[in-house]
């Protein structure tokens, strides 16, 4: 079963709120026949348009390839946090790379929020980029250890973005009876996703690249020129970028064994009205410290979109807000009849680390995916990297190559259901409160 087409309609965004209040954007034909190019780039999320687009503002002759349509996958349907850092934390990394590395890796993340940012300002992308983001702790152990990380950024790498919250000053920001504290980063941001992909897409057409739709890549021929066979023909090309995240498919086995991918759920209510100050009383995004982490913003529109629940088959739940209103009454017990509007899913792709996965499949072939839920900023900076190396300056794709990224255990046939069965006991963990 490929997940391309498993939940979705083909052609079609999700019926999610983001898809609702989308801007305006240029549909895309398909390939017809056979083309060539200096780089072919396979799928129109934020890796794909980024390094797409940083090639063809470099000169090269860009295809970019799209089973479904711009946006379709996780990069429209995402919580839409710009988070700082890389997903694993800078302690653990220190410990697992050295210092020397691990300071690489920070600076790295930094410049990927720096280019989200940079590239809204330069393409004029309306996507309602707001600054901060907290993470919050449900208890006190795990509230002081936000606090001792955020101590740790601040004396070891001179992060200055962030404000620290006792009790008191998280319920002023959050009033959810189940945060105790934790830190909002001013330096992280929010955003719409879908819009701010779809602005992304404007800018590689713009930048002349050629993108098609409803192209569906079925194999990929190695050799000295890359061979890209799709069912309405083929690409020639010096290059080829695989930007799939958790819909690779079987495209590259040697990434696939190290990237998982996992479904995740996304629910908005109703306009809130005078009841958003019950939510948050700032237009700040928050992510919990739960191992099946909760997500949520307010919309323009006075929403609650709240993020939460995995699930670890092919298909989505039949009820997904459902799944969706169990964590969010669990913060918010207030809301717990709310009306939902709008609930959604999308694939998403971790890793054993959460680090991402950037990998040379074969000296003329790329890939990058695992994000692991902090795509926003390093999806969009892997589409750089890739770019830049194919160019020849592969500095910051080697440093980020080489996070060691084991294989999910049991092979094909086993990953899944061992993914699934420790998944649910760390989600068991996290509703005892352990």
């Known amino acids: 079963m490929d997940l391309l087409f498993s939940n979705d309609e083909r052609g079609a965004l999700p019926d999610s709120w983001y898809a609702a209040t989308a801007n305006p954007a240029p549909r895309f034909g398909p390939l017809d026949g056979d083309v060539r190019a200096d780089v072919c780039v396979v799928g129109a999320g934020y890796t794909g348009l980024s390094a797409a687009l940083h090639l063809a503002e470099a000169g090269f002759d860009v295809v970019l390839l799209e089973a479904h349509r711009v946006g379709f996958g996780a990069s429209g349907r995402n919580g839409g946090q710009l988070g700082s ?54 208890n006190r152990a795990e509230v002081r250890a936000i606090h001792d990380y955020g101590d740790h950024l601040a004396t070891r790498y001179g992060y200055d973005e962030q404000e620290f919250l006792d009790e008191a000053k998280c319920h002023a920001l959050c009033p959810s009876p189940d945060y105790k504290g934790g830190i909002l980063d001013r330096g992280a941001a929010h955003l719409h996703p879908l819009n701010y992909a779809l602005g992304l897409g404007r800018a590689v057409a713009t930048a002349g690249a ?142 054993m680390r959460r680090m991402p996965f950037l990998a040379r499949v074969a000296p003329n072939i790329l890939s990058a995916s695992g994000y692991s839920g902090h795509g926003v900023g390093t999806a969009t900076h892997a589409g750089q990297l890739m770019a830049r190396a194919i160019q020849g300056d592969a500095e910051g794709f080697d440093t980020m190559a080489a996070v060691p ?23 068991l963990r996290d509703r005892l409160g352990v």
């Open 85 to 138: 850092g890389q997903r694993m934390d800078q302690d653990d990394l220190e410990r697992l790379m050295g210092a020397p590395e691990a300071d690489k890796l920070w600076h790295l993340a930094e410049d990927a929020k720096a280019l989200v940012k940079r590239l809204i300002a330069k393409h004029g992308i309306d996507c309602d980029l707001r600054p901060g983001v907290a993470h919050t702790g449900s």
């Open 210 to 351: 050629r993108i098609f739709e409803m192209t569906h890549v079925r194999g990929i021929q190695q050799g000295p020129k890359v061979v890209v066979h799709t069912d309405r023909g083929k690409v020639t090309a010096d290059h080829a970028i695989l930007a799939c995240n958790g819909y690779l498919g079987g495209l590259a086995p040697k990434v696939a064994a190290r990237v998982m991918p996992i479904n995740n759920f996304i629910a908005a209510t109703e306009p809130l009205g005078e009841g958003t100050a019950r939510v948050l009383t700032q237009d700040v995004a928050i992510a919990d410290s739960k191992f099946v982490v909760n997500y949520f913003r307010l919309s323009r529109d006075g929403r609650l979109l709240f993020g939460g629940g995995e699930s670890y088959g092919y298909r989505f739940p039949r009820d997904i807000a459902g799944v969706v209103r169990q964590p969010m009454s669990r913060v918010f017990p207030h809301l717990r009849d709310v009306r939902i509007d709008y609930a959604w899913g999308g694939t998403l792709a971790i890793t």
């Open 405 to 427: 990224a084991p294989a999910f255990p049991g092979g094909p046939a086993l990953r899944t259901p061992l993914l699934a069965l420790a998944m649910s006991w760390f989600a």
